[in-house]
């Protein structure tokens, strides 16, 4: 008989854990009130897939999650990950900036076993909630051997994304998250995978202990005042995304704040606001300034990763 698998939970908080006030006003309620004891013994099927333990690592609206809780919870992955009797770790998570602790914990793990984000569109006792569903999908991913080798995944609404390109696109859909271009890796019940994810050839060191680096972004609209790269450079920031229209196009009245930025230490990366850049055009590669294909969101995650481990920031952004 084939061993049983065995899930580490590591709950964060969110709407998953989320509690309304009053069941016919669902809409309004608090985020991160339950505990992972009390996610798990609102799905008793829980343990049919999979033999679970559970860690308490924090308790948020995933608003008020920091790189320093990114940081925490990617030595929370790692430690689960070293023990032999886990096979796959599930992150519960606020759908919020899901895909930012998502993608840093993808950044700085490399390992073939799954580890999975899930989260809730609506609290746990709203009178027909998705987190019940969302954490047995994301039990039975992480339990599977069809989910390693694919990075770290987030299943949400019956779709397994990787973290790299997935998006909450969405305030209030049950199916809030998309992943644009590059498409879903999979669906669940039953699981199916549609692609694979390319493994990256190294994984990021997390981040030593110490202040992060701080990383801006700044929407750049037609005539945003450039005085807005110097102001973040005095107030401390070592980088700067801007998230630019079109195809990343920096206005002419930028570039002189761009090279004076670069002077002054500040790493600075132009992306499409859009969250879809293509290669560099001829004038942009002149300029002392990356180019990323990620989304904003998604370049201020691997650029302040990338910043804090002292890494070549280049390699990061291209991931
Ligand atoms: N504000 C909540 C959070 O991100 C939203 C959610 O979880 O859906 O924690």
Do not use: C
């Not at 809780?69 to 886990?86: C, E, I, K, P, S």
């Not at 999908?137 to 599977?144: C, E, I, L, Y």
């Not at 879809?276 to 691997?302: H, M």
């Amino acid at each position: 008989m084939a061993k049983r698998a065995s899930v580490h939970l590591i709950a964060t908080g969110g709407t998953i854990a989320g509690v309304a006030d009053d069941v016919n006003a669902p809409q309004h309620y608090a985020a991160g009130v339950l505990t992972a004891e009390q996610l798990i013994a609102s799905v008793p099927g829980l343990f049919a897939v999979a033999d679970l333990t559970v860690e308490q690592l924090y308790n948020l609206d995933s608003r008020d999650m920091t790189p320093e809780h990114w940081r925490g919870l990617a030595r929370a992955v790692h430690a689960a990950l070293a023990r032999d009797d886990v096979d796959g770790v599930v992150v519960t998570h606020g759908t919020d900036t899901l895909e930012e602790s998502a993608f840093y914990v993808d950044l700085v793990t490399q390992s073939p076993k799954p580890v999975v984000f899930t989260g809730a569109m609506r609290p746990a006792n709203a009178p027909s909630p998705d987190g019940p569903m969302n954490l047995l999908d994301a039990v039975t991913v992480a339990a599977s051997p069809k989910a390693r080798g694919l990075g770290v995944l987030a299943v949400l609404h019956q779709r397994i994304h990787a973290a790299r390109d997935v998006t909450k696109s969405s305030p209030d859909r049950l199916d809030a998250f998309s992943s644009g271009e590059g498409g879903v890796v999979g669906r669940t019940s039953p699981i199916q995978i549609f692609r694979a994810v390319v493994p990256r050839e190294k994984a990021l060191p997390v981040a030593p202990d110490g202040p992060l680096p701080r990383v801006d972004v700044l929407l750049i609209g037609a005539g945003s005042a450039p005085d807005m790269l110097e102001a973040a450079r005095e107030k401390g920031a070592r980088g700067v995304v801007l998230a630019l229209p079109g195809n990343a196009s920096m206005p002419e009245a930028w570039r002189h704040s761009v090279i004076a930025a670069a002077g002054g230490g500040v790493t600075t990366v132009l992306v499409a606001r859009s969250g879809k850049t293509l290669p560099p055009k001829p004038g942009q590669e002149i300029l002392p300034a990356l180019v990323s294909a990620l989304p904003p969101a998604k370049a201020r995650v691997a650029l302040l990763a990338a910043l804090g481990a002292e890494s070549d920031a280049e390699f990061w952004l291209y991931v």
